[in-house]
Structures are given as C-alpha cells and as structure tokens.
C-alpha cells in the first residue's frame, strides 16, 4: 500500500521526485454540475512561467496557460465525478473520488501525490501528502488547478447551451442572486445537486434529517452547500 501523509504544511515541498503529480480540484461550491479534479507531472526541462493558483489568474490567462500545460507537461489528467455521485456520497467524498481517478488516468505512474488542501484521496498508487495553499506553493498544482478550472468551465458553458434559462456561462453554477432566481423560477435541472440546501428548497422538499445534512467532523466547509462564492472560486 502507498504511504499517505495526512497534512504537510512545509515550504519549499521536500521531495526529489522527477514524477511528481500535483492534483487539484475545481467545483465543490456550485450547486450544479460535476466536480473537477486534474493531475499533472510537470517536465522540468520544460518549464512554464506564469503558473499559480487559477483563482488568482484571468480567464484569458488561465485557457492561455492549460494550452501549455497540456503541451509541455510530461503528464496530465482530468476527471470529475457527477452530480449524481455528488448527491449519493457528498461533495467531500466525490471530490477525493475525482482526485483519484485524475492520478489513475495519468499516462504514467508518478512517483509522488501531492494534494491541495488537508485531505487525501485513498487508493493512490504512490506516496502522497497533502498540503494547505498548495496551489499558490507549488507548480504542478497549480497546473492542476488550472486545467481543474478551464475543464469545468467549459463544461458550464455546455450546460448553458443545454439550458439557457439557468446562465451557467456567467455564474458557473455558484449560488449567486441570479442563479437562485432562476432556479426558484424554473426548478432544478438535472445537473443541479439535489443534496445542497438552495436545489432542496427550489423543488418545495423537507430538509434533510440533520444526521444526513451535517458535516463530517473534519470536513470542514466541503460539505457546505449553501451558495458559494462568486465564479472563479
């Protein structure tokens, strides 16, 4: 079994491995749509300037940038894991699931896992530890944050496609005043994650018993679904 590092909350990252795989999420706070998650393993013969953490970069930047992550990067994966899923296993749980399956589909086994935030997927295929602010920290998570970003961006804008009267194009599926209006106006689609508070209230259902509606002692705010922050959170 692959030893895991519950938190590591040192600067500069003390790891030598060439095949290091930055993974990162994108998607926990809307109330549509899957969560993102991507792996990356950066060349270091190849290097890319500019890389950070893609809440911090424009949009512009940040397609700019995946180009050229996806070009020189020795490695690079993205998956998701479904509003279903969401629903079914809750946010935290689907979003350590879509980290997981973005390591499994790297065309390469990485040496070492390293994680944004403080907690790890389980069944990783190598060491792993998981760092707070790694993706301002360390460049293969901030790719991985990036091509996370771009991925479910676009998807969105699919989903506006699919359903105009929602304007995931502009909003990203995040709970802003616009959002909810129309979700109370229309109802939810079936993207929309029926597990979080504001979808439940749209369709006129009970609350949730508070055993099924509570966090996990240390999920933190994973499992909040109340609206989230504006688009490019």
Not at 14 to 37: S, T
Not at 70 to 82: I, P, T, Y
Not at 151 to 162: F, G, P
Request: net charge negative; charged share 20%; aromatic share 4%.
């Amino acid at each position: 079994m692959a030893h895991e590092t519950d938190l590591l909350d040192l600067d500069p990252y003390p790891c030598a491995a060439e095949w290091l795989a930055g993974v990162d999420e994108a998607g926990r706070g809307p109330l549509a749509g899957p969560v993102f998650a991507a792996a990356v393993i950066l060349d270091p013969a190849h290097g890319i300037e500019g890389l950070a953490d893609s809440k911090k970069l424009s949009p512009g930047r940040r397609t700019q940038l995946a180009g050229e992550i996806r070009f020189k990067a020795l490695a690079w994966a993205v998956a998701s894991a479904s509003a279903l899923e969401i629903d079914r296993i809750n946010i935290l749980q689907a979003t350590l699931l879509a980290m997981l399956r973005a390591v499994h589909a790297l065309s390469r086994v990485p040496e070492h896992v390293l994680v944004d935030g403080n907690r790890l997927p389980r069944g990783l295929p190598c060491p792993a530890a998981c760092l707070i602010g790694g993706d301002a920290r360390v460049p293969a998570i901030s790719a991985a944050s990036i091509l996370a970003k771009t991925a479910r961006d676009a998807y969105c804008q699919v989903l506006h496609e699919q359903y105009p009267e929602y304007g995931f194009d502009a909003h990203k599926g995040y709970g802003t005043a616009r959002h909810l209006a129309s979700l109370l106006r229309h109802g939810p689609c079936p993207e929309h994650r029926r597990s979080f508070r504001p979808v439940r209230e749209a369709m006129g259902a009970p609350s949730l018993a508070r055993s099924m509606s509570e966090p996990e002692p240390d999920s933190g705010p994973e499992r909040d679904s109340t609206p989230g922050p504006e688009p490019g959170a």
